[in-house]
């Protein structure tokens, strides 16, 4: 299995432009979850979907951040205007049951000028 | 690139010396719990977990204590080795939260 997919690995932008994040979790793998990691605030979860569904947002920062699962082997996080404090390390990580260790990607770093 | 802030605590030992990485946690309801590795540049990287039934669980080279008392866990690392470099986390989980939550992380340094 390749594990958990993200693309880009790396992402420059401007102030006020759209940003996509994209992620192909573990096929087979039912739970899919968005971190976000800064210096300051460490490791947090933004959202997680099971069976292709939101269950808790309640990380999201605000509504510039909105996160799709269309299918279950392919979610989007996207930023919309972006900001230079959205810059950090965006995870995605996915798990077989609810009650497992989670996989996580590679990262994508977003650096927003 | 880095990953976790500039003030972590960090471990430093010599290689072939056990390392042991301690962590708080917060929630007394807390059932299960993770120590991810994260290397830098990389994501977290399962490392060995613990359910509330146990207080001990062992893998290769690694073992993991529960205190439930006193909310305490915390991972030994046996015959440290430089790959074992890197920034250390535990998270603790609710059943039927699906959440987990992460600690702050401790960086530990491997000295050859």
């Known amino acids: 299995d390749a594990g958990v997919i993200q693309s880009p690995r790396h992402e420059v932008t401007e102030m006020g432009q759209e940003v996509t994040l994209r992620c192909k979790p573990i096929s087979g793998h039912d739970y899919l979850f968005w971190y976000r990691q800064t210096m300051m605030r460490g490791l947090e979860l933004l959202i997680y979907f099971n069976n292709n569904v939101p269950i808790d947002d309640s990380g999201m920062p605000e509504d510039r951040f909105s996160a799709k699962m269309p299918n279950a082997s392919f979610s989007t996080l996207k930023i919309q205007p972006s900001e230079p404090r959205d810059s950090a390390v965006y995870f995605c990580?996915?798990?077989?049951?609810?009650?497992?260790?989670?996989?996580f990607g590679p990262g994508t770093r977003l650096t927003v000028l | 690139g880095e990953s976790v802030g500039l003030h972590l605590p960090t471990l430093s030992v010599q290689e072939g010396d056990n390392s042991i990485i301690n962590c708080a946690y917060s929630n007394s309801a807390s059932d299960y719990f993770i120590w991810y590795k994260q290397e830098s540049g990389k994501g977290p990287q399962f490392i060995i977990d613990?359910?509330?039934?146990?207080d001990k669980r062992q893998g290769q080279r690694v073992t993991v204590l529960l205190n439930k008392t006193v909310k305490h866990l915390s991972l030994q690392i046996a015959a440290t080795q430089p790959g074992d470099s890197a920034v250390y986390f535990c998270a603790e989980n609710k059943y039927s939260s699906y959440k987990l939550i992460f600690g702050s992380g401790t960086r530990l340094l491997v000295r050859p």
């Open positions: 990580a996915s798990s077989p049951t609810e009650y497992n260790e989670q996989f």
């Open positions: 613990i359910r509330s039934n146990m």
